[in-house]
């Protein structure tokens, strides 16, 4: 054989060597195996758990947030899937595509893309009735939680849990990651006495728990009992924040437009409820400010710098909200800079943060306002307020809660899927 036909057939061999590798890369399924991300219970579900929805009647408790990594609606996903007959859609605030205002009630509809009746669980009905349920063999719960406890949505999911036992059908929820993490619990645990739709059980403020860990919880712990079916995620660690998980973010709620907004929620999020103080919300960085008209930025900024909180800074800034609290008016105050997120301790800056302006400006005391009690209920408890305007220090306040935290801890810890 000449050289110059050798040459012709190495190459010829080459390209066809290349072409099978990149039919490989391009056009084989990949398995989970080879996925450098997060797989989301939806996916689970879809992938090798169907078997567990297939052939019934599923109603579905969800919004923008179920979807899968390549943003297809948990909802589309179901509905086109020929073993799975979709037959009703409940939605909490905010709807299940997510076109509601906070804290606005949501009618009854039928959704256009499916034609399916969406019902609302966030208006005069936070349960699904019995007549919700009369075409419903199974209820799927698959929504995006924030990590901190004064939110709605893990408790929409309770209430259907509980309906779901009523009515003798089970239960399941599609895991999906806390974006704070699994490893921080931090914060008091809720009183009982202050129980509500922002906090419904005495879990820490931050619990860091899944919501498919959190359900198995409250199943147990609170005595709801249903059927529940927990589809977990694959590849999730305890030490991931979201921006680990390799996942898509779609914003929770209007004010939580990014993953790391989470953080700062946990952080200054009870604060928002006074109405005395503006946390930027109606500004351009929604939960990451504090600020009022009377603050004198670098006097406030240099009292919480000199207490060496680990992993933040407080940086001065004055700024003018769009909308809400102060709309239109200067304010003076600070930008919280995580400088650590694992050093960061949000339960210990807020509670910071109150004892901080409370300190330099009893004249304007923050806790004289009618939302007081949506303050109380937010941190599921009146202690903290009471405890700050007795003049205790961030420390002392913080000591208080430990003994009821371990506690919880030592609950938490049995529920555990991860």
């Given at each position: 054989?000449?050289?110059?036909?050798?040459?012709?057939?190495?190459?010829?061999?080459?390209?066809?060597?290349?072409?099978l590798?990149?039919?490989?890369?391009?056009?084989?399924?990949?398995?989970?195996?080879?996925?450098?991300?997060?797989?989301?219970?939806?996916?689970?579900?879809?992938?090798?758990?169907?078997?567990?929805?297939k052939?019934?009647?599923?109603?579905?408790?969800?919004?923008?947030?179920g979807?899968?990594?390549?943003?297809?609606?948990?909802?589309?996903?179901?509905?086109?899937?020929?073993?799975?007959?979709?037959?009703?859609?409940?939605?909490?605030?905010?709807?299940?595509?997510?076109?509601?205002?906070?804290?606005?009630r949501?009618?009854?509809?039928i959704?256009?893309?499916?034609?399916?009746?969406?019902?609302?669980l966030?208006?005069?009905?936070?349960?699904?009735?019995?007549?919700?349920?009369?075409?419903?063999?199974?209820?799927?719960?698959?929504?995006?939680?924030?990590?901190?406890?004064?939110?709605?949505?893990?408790?929409?999911?309770?209430?259907?849990?509980?309906?779901?036992?009523?009515?003798?059908?089970?239960?399941?929820?599609?895991?999906?990651?806390?974006?704070?993490?699994?490893n921080?619990?931090?914060?008091?645990?809720?009183?009982?006495?202050?129980?509500?739709?922002?906090?419904?059980?005495?879990?820490?403020?931050?619990?860091?728990?899944?919501?498919?860990?959190?359900?198995?919880?409250?199943?147990?712990?609170?005595?709801?009992?249903c059927?529940?079916?927990?589809?977990?995620?694959?590849?999730?660690?305890?030490?991931?924040?979201?921006?680990?998980?390799?996942?898509?973010?779609?914003?929770?709620?209007?004010?939580?437009?990014y993953?790391?907004?989470?953080?700062?929620?946990?952080a200054?999020?009870?604060i928002?409820e006074?109405?005395?103080?503006?946390?930027?919300?109606?500004y351009t960085?929604?939960?990451?400010?504090?600020?009022?008209?009377?603050?004198?930025?670098?006097?406030?900024?240099?009292?919480?710098?000199?207490?060496?909180?680990?992993?933040?800074?407080?940086?001065?800034?004055s700024?003018?909200?769009?909308?809400?609290t102060?709309?239109?008016?200067?304010?003076?105050?600070?930008?919280?800079?995580?400088?650590d997120?694992?050093?960061?301790?949000?339960?210990?800056?807020?509670?910071?943060?109150?004892?901080?302006?409370?300190?330099?400006y009893p004249?304007?005391?923050?806790?004289?306002?009618?939302?007081?009690?949506?303050?109380?209920?937010?941190?599921?408890?009146?202690?903290?307020?009471?405890?700050?305007?007795?003049?205790?220090?961030?420390?002392?306040?913080?000591?208080?809660?430990?003994?009821?935290?371990e506690?919880?801890?030592?609950i938490?810890?049995?529920?555990?899927?991860?």
């Amino acid at each position: 054989m000449s050289f110059s036909n050798f040459d012709r057939i190495s190459k010829t061999l080459i390209f066809i060597l290349s072409f099978l590798l990149l039919s490989n890369v391009f056009f084989l399924k990949a398995d989970d195996s080879t996925i450098d991300r997060v797989i989301p219970g939806v996916e689970v579900l879809l992938s090798s758990q169907l078997d567990v929805v297939k052939g019934k009647r599923v109603g579905l408790i969800t919004n923008p947030t179920g979807i899968t990594s390549d943003f297809v609606s948990t909802i589309d996903a179901l509905h086109q899937n020929s073993d799975v007959k979709l037959t009703a859609l409940f939605g909490p605030e905010h709807g299940v595509r997510g076109d509601i205002e906070a804290g606005e009630r949501v009618i009854d509809y039928i959704d256009s893309k499916t034609g399916v009746k969406v019902y609302s669980l966030y208006g005069k009905t936070r349960k699904p009735t019995r007549k919700m349920l009369e075409n419903v063999d199974i209820l799927v719960y698959d929504i995006q939680d924030i990590g901190s406890r004064a939110y709605t949505y893990i408790y929409t999911m309770a209430y259907a849990m509980e309906a779901a036992r009523e009515n003798g059908i089970p239960f399941v929820v599609l895991d999906r990651p806390n974006p704070l993490g699994g490893n921080r619990v931090e914060g008091n645990v809720l009183d009982p006495k202050f129980s509500s739709f922002i906090g419904l059980y005495p879990i820490a403020y931050v619990y860091g728990m899944t919501v498919g860990e959190l359900a198995k919880l409250f199943n147990t712990e609170y005595n709801i009992n249903c059927d529940l079916v927990v589809i977990p995620m694959k590849k999730w660690r305890r030490d991931m924040v979201y921006a680990d998980t390799g996942l898509p973010w779609i914003m929770t709620s209007p004010h939580v437009p990014y993953e790391n907004t989470c953080t700062f929620v946990s952080a200054t999020g009870c604060i928002g409820e006074l109405g005395t103080l503006s946390v930027g919300v109606g500004y351009t960085m929604p939960f990451k400010l504090i600020g009022a008209p009377w603050i004198d930025s670098h006097e406030l900024t240099n009292l919480l710098n000199n207490r060496k909180l680990k992993g933040v800074h407080f940086r001065p800034i004055s700024y003018k909200p769009y909308y809400s609290t102060f709309k239109e008016e200067y304010c003076n105050g600070f930008e919280i800079h995580i400088t650590d997120p694992l050093e960061f301790s949000p339960q210990e800056v807020q509670i910071h943060i109150l004892t901080a302006i409370n300190e330099l400006y009893p004249q304007n005391n923050i806790f004289d306002t009618h939302r007081i009690s949506s303050f109380d209920r937010a941190y599921g408890s009146d202690q903290i307020r009471l405890n700050v305007l007795s003049g205790l220090s961030a420390n002392q306040i913080i000591s208080r809660w430990q003994k009821d935290l371990e506690k919880f801890k030592a609950i938490r810890s049995k529920y555990l899927l991860y």
